[in-house]
């Protein structure tokens, strides 16, 4: 199955469950990362934008934002919600160079087969001294290990996760993702702790795990969540970088 089809068919049943507990915990996790941005009103892009949940909390926090995605069927409900989204290839951004404050990427580079490509492209429609937000899955994880156990999920009517390209990597194949010209900063784990997300629900357990996930999602034991936000800054141009014109 080609990526668009199989993201249009998920499309049906994504916000599915994603109203409260593990999956909005997680979206506020990735969220928070681009809310000085945002409270600064900045123009914020996100790669792979889904349905516009993350789109939702950053608009509210006070950025003006843009989506792109590949699927149709995704982006009517992102439109649906009163966004300004294109669609497109991540590898291939219809946008114009050094136009966003901040541009950022959940749960969709490690479906795209040229990552490296993509993060490219990203910090090219970054203006110099903005922020990149990028989150990778993370192949020394516990949901890497229970993903292995239990193999593909359904995620619509014949269709399961094995239908599209994944990719898990550390931390070191991360960070050589990364163009030249992007200074990573930082990073932050989500899910670090989480052994399966039904956990999130258990009366008591549920609020004790999120607020030890919080502890761990900046600590040295980020580098081991399931999902890594890698979280950089675009160099300022070089006055070297251009080519002297020739008289």
Not at 16 to 36: Q, T
Not at 113 to 141: I, K
Request: aromatic share 6%; proline share 6%; charged share 25%.
């Amino acid at each position: 199955m080609d990526p668009r089809s199989y993201y249009d068919a998920f499309s049906a049943g994504y916000e599915r469950r994603r109203a409260g507990g593990y999956h909005a915990f997680v979206d506020d996790l990735e969220a928070e990362l681009l809310e000085p941005v945002a409270r600064e009103r900045g123009r914020i892009l996100e790669v792979g934008c889904g349905t516009g949940l993350i789109l939702d909390r950053l608009r509210a926090a006070g950025a003006r934002v843009v989506g792109a995605d590949l699927s149709s069927g995704m982006l009517a409900a992102a439109r649906a919600r009163g966004f300004p989204v294109a669609q497109a290839d991540a590898p291939a951004l219809p946008l114009r160079d050094a136009s966003f404050d901040a541009v950022c990427s959940f749960k969709v580079l490690a479906h795209v087969p040229d990552a490296r490509g993509a993060l490219a492209e990203m910090a090219r429609v970054l203006r110099p001294g903005g922020l990149l937000v990028a989150e990778l899955y993370n192949r020394t994880s516990l949901r890497a290990l229970a993903r292995a156990l239990r193999g593909p999920e359904r995620v619509a009517d014949g269709v399961t996760e094995a239908a599209v390209f994944s990719r898990y990597d550390d931390l070191p194949s991360m960070r050589a993702l990364l163009p030249d010209t992007v200074a990573l900063e930082r990073i932050r784990g989500v899910r670090v702790l989480t052994p399966a997300a039904i956990f999130h629900r258990v009366p008591l357990v549920g609020p004790l795990l999120r607020a030890l996930e919080r502890a761990a999602a900046d600590s040295w034991l980020a580098r081991f969540g399931g999902f890594v936000c890698l979280v950089g800054r675009k160099r300022a141009a070089s006055p070297f970088d251009t080519p002297a014109a020739v008289g």
